[in-house]
């Protein structure tokens, strides 16, 4: 349900960018996010009879411009002020960690998050 959801938020936040599953194709567009799993799972405890859930995802953004990589300002403002995913509360979403990569063969720029997020 969480992944559903993320993918149609970033979508939401930006309609000209493909979103895929694990891995982005060779013959994707440029620029284009790639969502997966990150960690073991679901991490779960309960305060004041609420179930509290927390998941790490890891969100990669790659393209062949440096550009689209490194100015990456306005993603880190939608996670942060995210309240709602769906029909999920997030009570806590937040960038945890980011690593880049270049991929001389193919000229794309990476830039993979590791994001937290914690919702009811």
């Known amino acids: 349900m969480l992944e559903s959801n993320f993918i149609a938020f970033l979508k939401s936040k930006y309609p000209d960018t493909p979103v895929y599953s694990f891995y982005i194709p060779e013959d994707a567009p440029s620029p284009a996010f790639c969502f997966e799993n990150a960690g073991m799972g679901v991490a779960t405890h309960y305060q004041d009879g ?9 969100l990669t953004l790659s393209s062949t411009e440096v550009k689209d990589i490194f100015d990456d300002g306005q993603l880190h403002k939608y996670i942060k002020e995210m309240h709602l995913l769906g029909s999920l509360n997030i009570l806590n ?3 945890i960690n980011f690593t880049d990569d ?7 720029f990476e830039r993979t998050y590791t994001i ?4 009811r």
Do not use: D, G, P, V
């Open 102 to 108: 270049f991929h001389l063969e193919q000229k794309i």
């Open 116 to 119: 937290s997020i914690k919702y």
């Open 93 to 95: 979403a937040r960038i």
């Open 50 to 58: 609420n179930e509290i859930k927390t998941r790490s995802i890891k």
